[in-house]
């Protein structure tokens, strides 16, 4: 299975909003609603953002919102701030037990 | 609240087998809710799905790796393990565990610190 596919880089100033998408295959993010997406600050530890597509952990600020269309998956940050600058990565279900993860966006906060 | 954390040598022989352990503290491992799920990420590059395990012992591999993994559970130390065969410097990554959530534990909450493992003579 191949990676799915994000672009390397995002930016914005703060308070401007920064979409990252997340291409699949009919295999992955086309079948299933199980898209989630990970945010990695530098030398941490990946963190869930979003998970089946759309939905938010608690603790999640509501300025992250996730959107799924056709094998394009897409995390909206808005007003942004200096803390969402990282790595995101997106992740789908590419069988009932089997996971791709995106090949990864730097979002830098201008 | 749940915590995960690796452990096992930083340093690794090409050719012999990597392996790690992942202790569970907050939540047991016997939980049915969950999946037990082991990650990587090389140096400056992407994450990588290696697999999980269910508590009863069913394991579920990347299709890329499965002829290499070996995943198990010790219900009794609440800890998963991870075993990789016959390593080459392209295994060299920070291995990371985590629970899986939601159906098909189709997400990851929360993860562990990682551990870096580097292959080499």
């Known amino acids: 299975q191949s990676a799915l596919t994000q672009p390397p880089s995002a930016s914005g100033s703060p308070g401007q909003s920064v979409t990252i998408s997340c291409t699949g295959t009919?295999?992955?993010?086309?079948?299933?609603?199980?898209v989630s997406w990970y945010q990695q600050q530098s030398g941490k530890a990946p963190k869930v953002m979003i998970y089946?597509?759309?939905k938010r952990p608690s603790g999640v600020p509501d300025r992250f919102s996730g959107s799924k269309s056709g094998y394009t998956a897409s995390l909206t940050v808005s007003g942004l701030q200096a803390e969402d600058e990282a790595d995101y990565y997106c992740?789908?279900?590419?069988?009932?037990?089997?996971?791709?993860f995106g090949t990864g966006t730097k979002v830098t906060v201008l | 609240q749940v915590q995960l954390q690796e452990s096992g040598p930083g340093l690794v022989k090409p050719s012999q087998t990597l392996s790690l352990t992942c202790t569970v503290s907050?939540?047991?491992?016997?939980?049915?809710?969950?999946?037990w799920s082991w990650i990587r990420q090389p140096p400056g590059k992407g994450l990588e799905w290696i697999g999980y395990?269910?508590?009863?012992?069913?394991?579920y591999y990347s299709p890329s790796l499965k002829s290499r993994i070996s995943i198990s559970v010790d219900t009794s130390k609440n800890q998963l393990s991870l075993k990789l065969s016959s390593v080459t410097a392209a295994d060299t990554a920070v291995y990371y565990c985590?629970?899986?959530?939601?159906?098909?534990?189709?997400?990851?909450?929360?993860w562990g610190q990682g551990t870096l493992v580097t292959v080499s003579s």
């Open positions: 985590a629970r899986a959530a939601g159906t098909w534990g189709n997400y990851l909450s929360p």
């Open positions: 907050g939540d047991s491992i016997s939980n049915g809710d969950f999946y």
């Open positions: 395990i269910y508590y009863s012992g069913a394991t």
């Open positions: 009919s295999s992955d993010v086309g079948a299933y609603n199980y």
């Open positions: 992740s789908s279900n590419a069988g009932s037990n089997n996971y791709v």
């Open positions: 089946e597509v759309s």
